[in-house]
């Protein structure tokens, strides 16, 4: 069964620092791999999909590493800004297409 | 080109009531799953279809059923209402199967 697990839970940064957000998971034949923004009491905003292949996606101040070796990846949010507050989700696949597995998880908060 | 739709946003139901939520993908989308999202579980799949058919069922009893029609619009229902199937049912679309997901805004059932 593969799981997902995002490292902290919740995080508290000053505006105009660099975010790093962490994504383990165990699934060693990941397909790919998908960040999304979630405001409190809303739906999910995808923000990337890096596929297996891939060891990095860009879009804007959002970039996104992919580590199939050690299972891991991270987002990137550079010089962030209050209006990044919330939550980022990380999830994958699995071999069984759009089965999403998602992790917990990273509340952020960034203060002005 | 207009999002993933819910309906309805918001329901307050009593245990042992059926429900049905509705979802409309984008359009184009053949793919279409169904997630529940509760502050102790996180965000669990429940099921997918693609083309009419289920191609994945989450660990959900089987008060959970679902369907879709033949131009992609899905609905889910839950029979029986507990207290505990009170969350925030996510709906998600994609063009293809493991492609960008594209969430709805979400509808949130309250079960007293």
């Known amino acids: 069964k593969q799981e997902v697990t995002q490292i902290p839970a919740a995080l508290s940064v000053p505006e105009g620092e660099n975010l790093v957000l962490n994504c383990s998971f165990t699934?060693?034949?990941?397909?790919?791999l998908q960040w999304f923004r979630q405001d409190p009491g809303k739906g999910l905003t995808s923000l990337l999909l890096i596929q297996s292949s891939q060891r990095e996606q860009t879009s804007g101040r959002l970039n996104a590493s992919l580590d199939k070796s050690s299972g891991r990846s991270t987002l990137y949010i550079a010089a962030s800004q209050p209006g990044d507050s919330a939550t980022y989700l990380c999830?994958?696949?699995?071999?069984?297409?759009?089965?999403?597995?998602f992790g917990g998880g990273t509340r952020v908060l960034v203060k002005p | 080109k207009a999002g993933v739709t819910q309906t309805p946003r918001y329901l307050i139901k009593t245990r042992g009531q059926q429900v049905t939520l509705s979802c409309s993908p984008i359009?184009?989308?053949?793919?279409v799953s169904w997630y529940q999202q509760t502050p102790g579980q996180g965000l669990q799949f429940l099921f997918e279809y693609f083309s009419e058919t289920q191609r994945n069922k989450g660990n959900f009893p089987g008060r959970f059923s679902g369907r879709q029609f033949s131009n992609s619009r899905s609905e889910m229902n839950v029979s029986t209402l507990e207290l505990g199937d009170s969350a925030l049912y996510l709906c998600?679309?994609?063009?293809?199967?493991?492609?960008?997901?594209?969430f709805g805004p979400g509808t949130r059932l309250t079960v007293l």
């Open positions: 998600a679309s994609s063009f293809l199967v493991s492609d960008t997901q594209y």
């Open positions: 359009s184009g989308h053949r793919s």
């Open positions: 999830a994958e696949p699995g071999a069984a297409g759009n089965k999403l597995t």
């Open positions: 699934d060693s034949a990941i397909y790919n």
